[in-house]
């Protein structure tokens, strides 16, 4: 696997690939890899000739008191876990190379309505972040398929109505939530649980197999976000919310809509922030 910093060096092996005739997969990370994302580089793997990863904690997706600074930076070990998965590729630029003109001063994209909900409502600019570096990444390395991981429920569904609208020329495919034997996501930020937090954390899956079930038995959704936050914050969980949405756009579901639905939860568990999802198809 090599490893590359700036733009130039990067379109010029992906370049070479093209000139083969070989197809290119993406996976977009900010680093600190684990399984899940390890298992994104092989649904990558399985659908084209070559694959390419990068690593960069884009600073515009991080709210004013947020862990920007502390985010876990671990490129070297990250290098060695994308060359045993099969990654041909990494690419890891610096802010520079991202941000040319300064943050202050980059073109900055905004997904309308889908943002405004959820982890937009809590997080402020986050998804605008999100949208503009990985719009950026897409135009570098131009590929044929970019996977996600559906732990990120919401950030997958704006960069789907990002790439129609823009009629960018990736195919985005979501992949299954990567979680331990307890049904906890893997995420990067579990390593800042305590051992007694981490024994409460799988009880956010758990509350969303519940909030699947009771919709199931004909529950009205509101009360069964209403439960779930009631559970939630009785186990010692701070939710920011938990609910019932439609899979295709996050809107509020009608009274009697049982199927396209997912449940979602952003709880605190002490100093640290848990996502979760379920789709009940």
């Given at each position: 696997?090599?490893?590359?910093?700036?733009a130039?060096?990067?379109r010029a092996?992906i370049r070479?690939w093209?000139a083969?005739?070989?197809t290119v997969?993406?996976?977009p990370?900010?680093g600190n890899l684990h399984?899940?994302?390890y298992?994104l580089?092989k649904?990558?793997?399985?659908r084209?000739?070559?694959?390419?990863?990068?690593v960069?904690?884009?600073?515009?997706q991080f709210?004013?008191n947020?862990?920007?600074?502390r985010?876990?930076r671990?490129l070297?070990?990250d290098?060695v876990?994308?060359a045993?998965n099969g990654?041909d590729?990494l690419?890891a630029?610096?802010?520079?190379?991202m941000y040319p003109?300064g943050?202050?001063q980059?073109v900055?994209?905004?997904v309308?309505g889908?943002?405004?909900t959820?982890e937009?409502a809590?997080?402020?600019?986050?998804?605008d972040?999100?949208?503009?570096?990985?719009?950026?990444l897409?135009?570098?390395?131009?590929p044929?398929i970019?996977?996600?991981g559906q732990?990120d429920?919401?950030q997958l569904?704006v960069?789907?109505r990002?790439?129609?609208?823009?009629?960018?020329?990736?195919k985005v495919?979501?992949s299954a939530?990567?979680?331990?034997?307890?049904?906890?996501?893997l995420?990067s930020r579990n390593?800042y649980?305590?051992?007694?937090e981490?024994?409460?954390?799988?009880h956010?899956?758990?509350t969303?197999?519940?909030?699947?079930?009771?919709?199931a038995k004909?529950h009205?959704?509101r009360?069964?976000e209403?439960a779930?936050?009631?559970?939630?914050?009785k186990l010692g969980?701070e939710?920011d919310?938990?609910a019932?949405?439609?899979?295709?756009?996050?809107?509020?579901?009608?009274d009697?809509?049982?199927?396209?639905?997912?449940?979602?939860?952003?709880a605190?568990?002490?100093?640290?922030r848990?996502?979760?999802?379920?789709?009940?198809?």
């Amino acid at each position: 696997m090599q490893t590359v910093q700036d733009a130039a060096a990067l379109r010029a092996l992906i370049r070479g690939w093209r000139a083969q005739g070989q197809t290119v997969g993406f996976v977009p990370t900010m680093g600190n890899l684990h399984a899940g994302h390890y298992s994104l580089i092989k649904v990558a793997r399985a659908r084209a000739d070559r694959v390419v990863a990068s690593v960069f904690v884009n600073p515009t997706q991080f709210g004013p008191n947020e862990d920007f600074e502390r985010y876990p930076r671990t490129l070297t070990q990250d290098q060695v876990g994308l060359a045993e998965n099969g990654c041909d590729l990494l690419f890891a630029p610096e802010v520079a190379t991202m941000y040319p003109f300064g943050m202050g001063q980059s073109v900055s994209l905004h997904v309308p309505g889908i943002t405004d909900t959820l982890e937009g409502a809590h997080r402020p600019g986050h998804f605008d972040g999100v949208a503009t570096v990985v719009c950026k990444l897409f135009n570098l390395v131009q590929p044929d398929i970019a996977v996600f991981g559906q732990k990120d429920f919401q950030q997958l569904k704006v960069i789907e109505r990002m790439v129609k609208d823009l009629s960018l020329p990736v195919k985005v495919m979501g992949s299954a939530t990567s979680r331990a034997d307890d049904g906890l996501a893997l995420s990067s930020r579990n390593q800042y649980l305590s051992a007694e937090e981490r024994l409460l954390a799988p009880h956010i899956h758990a509350t969303l197999g519940q909030m699947r079930d009771l919709m199931a038995k004909g529950h009205a959704w509101r009360v069964v976000e209403q439960a779930a936050t009631a559970k939630l914050t009785k186990l010692g969980f701070e939710p920011d919310y938990t609910a019932i949405r439609r899979v295709e756009d996050l809107s509020e579901p009608a009274d009697d809509e049982k199927t396209g639905l997912v449940a979602l939860i952003a709880a605190r568990l002490g100093k640290t922030r848990l996502i979760d999802n379920l789709s009940f198809d």
